[in-house]
């Protein structure tokens, strides 16, 4: 579990209570209430004094009660989800990235949806104009002129992902297209699906140039989501509230991915997001969960099963459209505690 914040000092009475509440709520003993207490200046004698008070009262009591009784629920469904983990391990099939042309619909629903497994899929795309027509020249000539939005500013903001809205800007796609045509790597500025309700309509002439999937069910809308940006963006790794296909129209992405069940292992802290970068994983003596990679070229496809974490990296100047209009149930949000400290 979480551990208790450990941010600001500790000034009054209120304040140790609140701090001791929160500890018995992470199941912590009389030792650990102590032990952070006095990492937030309060003395050992008052410390003392605090943890024999909360011994005594009545909702303190329960408060430990009720942390040991999370504490074991978590601990059940780490174990839980420690059994896949251990299943998986065993199966070589369970921790890959099949390549598969031209899948048919019937095995992909019924091998990778409803399995909740990853797979590159090739063939999809064949027939959309976008592979030859969606060049910098061609948008530029078609849309330049058009106000999209951009996620812009995020070198050196840690928050760029979590925070979302401060990097949303306004500009001509002229604009972007300037800057993409210096071929230069940067995560600095990136259109991604968050901005999808301006970009929906600012570049709606782009959508003829797509074609029917055969895994998606068409809603007769634009559907699916447009992103541009120069080699080097990245989107660090989350997971995704519904299940995914990332179709590469133009360059190249690598996609590392975590199965859906290492959720103690990635470190998740904040809503969908991971605390891990991809380093982590280069470094020997960690107890580190099994990551998946594969690289996606032009006309290519990724699933991604909800669930699963993933962090992918344009290694190309690129272009990507990513769909959730999947032909069966793709809505899992009921439940889902969203924004939630972990």
């Known amino acids: 579990m979480?551990?208790?914040?450990?941010?600001?000092?500790?000034?009054?009475?209120?304040?140790?209570?609140?701090?001791i509440a929160q500890a018995l709520a992470e199941g912590l003993d009389d030792r650990g209430i102590r032990d952070h207490l006095t990492a937030r200046g309060v003395s050992a004698e008052r410390a003392d004094r605090e943890v024999e008070l909360a011994r005594a009262d009545p909702l303190f009591i329960a408060a430990r009660q009720l942390g040991h009784r999370l504490t074991n629920r978590i601990q059940k469904r780490n174990w839980t989800l420690g059994i896949y983990a251990r299943l998986a391990a065993a199966n070589p099939e369970a921790l890959s990235i099949p390549t598969i042309d031209?899948?048919?619909?019937?095995?992909?629903?019924?091998?990778?949806?409803?399995?909740?497994?990853?797979?590159?899929?090739?063939?999809?795309?064949?027939?959309?104009?976008?592979?030859?027509?969606?060049?910098?020249?061609?948008?530029?000539?078609?849309?330049?002129?058009?106000?999209?939005?951009?996620?812009?500013?995020?070198?050196?903001?840690?928050?760029?992902?979590?925070?979302?809205d401060p990097h949303k800007r306004q500009v001509p796609l002229r604009g972007v297209i300037a800057l993409l045509r210096r071929n230069q790597p940067s995560n600095d500025y990136y259109i991604t699906a968050y901005n999808d309700t301006v970009n929906k309509t600012a570049l709606a002439p782009l959508w003829a140039d797509l074609g029917p999937v055969s895994l998606?069910?068409?809603?007769?809308e634009r559907d699916g989501f447009f992103w541009l940006g120069p080699a080097g963006t990245l989107t660090p790794f989350h997971h995704d509230l519904t299940n995914n296909l990332l179709v590469q129209?133009?360059?190249?992405?690598?996609?590392?991915?975590?199965?859906?069940?290492?959720?103690?292992?990635?470190?998740?802290?904040?809503?969908?997001?991971?605390?891990?970068?991809?380093?982590?994983?280069?470094?020997?003596?960690?107890?580190?969960?099994?990551?998946?990679?594969?690289?996606?070229?032009?006309?290519?496809?990724?699933?991604?099963?909800?669930?699963?974490?993933?962090?992918?990296?344009?290694?190309?100047?690129?272009?990507?459209?990513?769909?959730t209009n999947f032909n069966a149930d793709n809505n899992f949000t009921a439940g889902y505690p969203a924004n939630a400290h972990f």
Not at 262 to 279: D, K, W
Request: hydrophobic share 40%.
């Open 2 to 19: 979480a551990t208790v914040s450990n941010e600001a000092p500790i000034n009054d009475a209120g304040d140790c209570r609140v701090l």
């Open 102 to 164: 031209a899948i048919d619909p019937e095995r992909f629903y019924r091998e990778f949806y409803f399995a909740n497994r990853p797979v590159k899929l090739r063939g999809l795309v064949d027939h959309w104009p976008a592979l030859h027509k969606w060049t910098l020249d061609y948008l530029e000539a078609e849309l330049g002129d058009a106000m999209i939005e951009v996620q812009g500013q995020r070198t050196g903001a840690k928050s760029y992902e979590t925070n979302k």
């Open 216 to 220: 998606l069910r068409a809603s007769g």
């Open 249 to 323: 129209v133009e360059g190249r992405k690598h996609v590392r991915m975590v199965p859906s069940w290492e959720v103690a292992r990635m470190r998740n802290a904040l809503h969908c997001f991971s605390q891990r970068e991809p380093e982590d994983f280069e470094r020997a003596g960690e107890d580190l969960p099994p990551m998946l990679q594969c690289v996606i070229d032009k006309g290519e496809a990724i699933f991604l099963p909800i669930g699963w974490w993933h962090h992918v990296t344009a290694l190309d100047r690129s272009i990507s459209m990513s769909f």
